[in-house]
């Protein structure tokens, strides 16, 4: 080729690249709502006022469980049909306020769910397109109770110290925020959320010890705990909150998911614990994925990868790149994002959204600047990889079938399995998140009967939808027909 036009070539691509990747935002750098923080009645009000000026694609409604102190946990949900679920539209989550005195997520949320409306009225091209194609579900607070307790007790601690310095409990909510540590992070009964799910990583370090794992979703380890045992790792009760949501994780047919906190800058990706609860590299079989998903969140947050950025003042804390391996940071045990891959379909990361847990209220709308970008275009990962149905011989919809990857890696010339398996749902639907690359896709029917081999070529264009890829059952009674005439035809040639 002529060198100029080949040099011209590359330009060109570079380009392309460029544009694809720094794509601008799509939400406002202007937050409307963040002027100060809201109580818990104030976040609900805004939830309900989004969804008369919305009713078309959102809806609102409650867990199945109330907070220790008969608060509902409330979540608002976007898309053109959103009561239900619809055919081959991923399901996404983002849950803020798991610790109470953490409440930037809370924020960042209601500010999210008033410009996902607002932009849609407006008729603004992917986010119509993003809300029509995803069934996205926010929800603010996961702990109203702790909230209530990090700001009450903080007035208190004023009222006595210095009564006159603030008159009102918004006044020193935008002023301060909280300044304690530590009060108001569990519920109402003093138990860590974060460490209230049941430990399934233990099933899975002891079965993969023992050579017996299957790749497949814990739930009666998840029942066995919960309904027998009764108790976290820490001897502590399983409470509302936690059974609320981890019902909701269970039944609902989530994709990806984020839970955000406070206290540093990172995002921290599974598993949370590792095989002794020491402090150490625990990767997840779908490590790529998560490593990359996770990155992707901190490039495109305002400052996480800054290398020169103030470090907060959490123990071991050098990040690499605003992202880390939970377990390799500090092991949890009974945490939700560890829980959310072992039980469910659904991969969620943990997001420290700063080092102040509860700042000044007048600040919340530079975290909104922060963060807007990657809020929203995180969403568009549950479109990431792959998804279809498993259809049967008569293409009737299969659920409770299990979906097996291979990976093909060129510097071994070959496929590599991932050992963690996704289940369709009851309508026999997918959705297999999964960086780019080159695959064999299978399925396996809980009748074990098994699809062909898919050889698919993945790659995720940014704000697309999924590849496509259905997968059909062989019929267990025609492979034996065939089998048995091959074997016929072998016995007659040999006669
Ligand atoms: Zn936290």
């Not at 049909?81 to 997520?105: C, L, R």
């Not at 291979?406 to 997918?430: A, M, R």
């Amino acid at each position: 080729m002529n060198r100029k036009l080949y040099l011209l070539g590359l330009v060109l691509i570079n380009a392309l690249v460029i544009a694809h990747s720094s794509s601008s935002p799509i939400l406002s750098k202007d937050a409307t709502l963040l002027d100060n923080h809201h109580t818990n009645e104030e976040i609900f009000e805004i939830m309900y006022k989004i969804n008369e000026k919305c009713p078309h694609i959102t809806h609102i409604y409650d867990l199945g469980r109330k907070s220790a102190n008969n608060t509902a946990l409330k979540v608002i949900v976007f898309s053109d049909n959103a009561q239900i679920h619809e055919p081959m539209e991923p399901e996404f989550k983002y849950v803020g306020n798991m610790h109470g005195n953490e409440v930037i997520g809370r924020e960042l949320l209601i500010e999210l769910a008033q410009q996902l409306c607002d932009l849609y009225l407006d008729n603004n091209e992917d986010v119509v397109k993003l809300v029509d194609s995803t069934r996205i579900h926010l929800i603010p607070t996961m702990n109203p109770d702790g909230w209530n307790l990090a700001a009450l007790n903080e007035f208190k601690m004023w009222e006595k110290k210095e009564p006159s310095k603030f008159k009102t409990l918004h006044e020193m909510l935008r002023e301060v925020g909280t300044t304690d540590w530590l009060y108001g992070r569990t519920n109402l009964n003093q138990v860590d959320l974060n460490r209230n799910f049941p430990d399934l990583d233990a099933y899975e370090y002891k079965y993969v010890k023992e050579n017996k794992n299957r790749f497949d979703h814990l739930l009666a380890e998840s029942s066995y705990e919960i309904n027998q045992k009764h108790f976290d790792c820490n001897f502590k009760q399983f409470q509302n909150e936690t059974l609320a949501v981890a019902s909701w994780i269970v039944n609902n047919p989530f994709v990806l998911s984020a839970n955000f906190h406070g206290g540093d800058l990172v995002v921290n990706y599974p598993y949370d614990d590792s095989n002794n609860h020491e402090t150490k590299y625990s990767a997840t079989p779908d490590d790529e994925f998560f490593t990359e998903i996770a990155s992707f969140y901190a490039d495109l947050h305002a400052n996480m990868t800054k290398k020169n950025r103030k470090k907060c003042d959490m123990v071991a804390d050098d990040f690499k790149n605003g992202i880390t391996n939970g377990a390799n940071w500090y092991p949890v045990c009974g945490g939700m994002q560890d829980f959310n891959y072992l039980s469910s379909n659904c991969f969620e990361l943990t997001i420290e959204l700063g080092c102040d847990k509860f700042p000044a209220g007048k600040y919340l709308k530079q975290y909104w600047k922060d963060n807007m970008h990657a809020l929203y275009e995180f969403i568009w990962k549950a479109h990431s990889g792959i998804k279809g149905y498993v259809l049967d011989s008569n293409d009737q919809p299969v659920s409770g079938a299990r979906i097996s990857v291979e990976k093909f890696y060129p510097e071994i010339g070959d496929y590599v399995l991932i050992k963690h398996h996704i289940t369709t749902n009851e309508d026999g639907e997918y959705w297999r998140l999964l960086t780019d690359g080159i695959y064999k896709i299978s399925a396996i029917a809980p009748d074990n009967s098994v699809s062909g081999k898919a050889v698919v070529e993945v790659i995720s264009e940014p704000r697309e939808e999924a590849m496509r890829v259905d997968l059909k059952l062989v019929d267990d009674s025609s492979r034996a027909k065939r089998r048995l005439l091959k074997n016929l035809e072998r016995l007659f040639r040999e006669q």
